[in-house]
């Protein structure tokens, strides 16, 4: 007896290999915006190990970027858990990360204020300028309406423009 193959026919999606040549510094740029450069790369590798388990199970016609930054979502909120959770002390410095497809390298000072805002705020941000979705997709993935996506991105921008303009002296 031999096992159903798939009907190839039907499946409208293309290799998983291509899928991570085409998205994957997209998906990288993300979650370098939301963890920084030291957890990114963790993250990157579980969002596409989790998203190739599920991979066959995507229906076709989809958008593949919003499912894999929704995943790459999900593994951000769980390293932020577990980092809340698990502080650990060190006597020793970790390795210099590279800056290489590091969102803002050069710009500490937007990207310190970036880490600074609240989660949601910071998400929806992220995926709007550094991922380009729209709204209507992130939304979703932050589990909120569009409208709530694009309130938030505006808090976000506000709390920005707020803290440089009070940082560096110049007005809005």
């Known amino acids: 007896m031999s096992m159903p193959r798939p009907d190839h026919a039907k499946c409208a999606l293309p290799p998983f290999e291509r899928v991570v040549t085409e998205h994957g510094a997209t ?48 593994k951000a909120i769980d390293i932020h858990r577990a980092r809340s959770h698990n502080p650990v002390p060190t006597d020793t410095v970790p390795e210099c990360s590279s800056t290489m497809g590091v969102p803002g390298a050069g710009d500490d000072e937007l990207w310190t204020a970036v880490a600074g805002l609240p989660f949601t705020q910071r998400a929806a941000l992220v995926y709007h300028y550094v991922g380009g979705l729209p709204y209507t997709e992130i939304g979703p993935i932050l589990g909120n309406s569009p409208a709530a996506a694009r309130r938030a991105a505006a808090d976000g921008r506000a709390a920005l423009r707020a803290r440089l303009s009070t940082e560096t002296g110049s007005r809005s």
């Open 27 to 74: 998906v990288l740029r993300v979650c370098r915006a939301l963890l920084g450069a030291t957890d990114a790369d963790d993250a990157w590798s579980e969002t596409f190990l989790a998203a190739l388990r599920a991979y066959p199970e995507l229906p076709p016609g989809s958008n593949v970027e919003a499912w894999l930054v929704t995943i790459a979502h999900r």
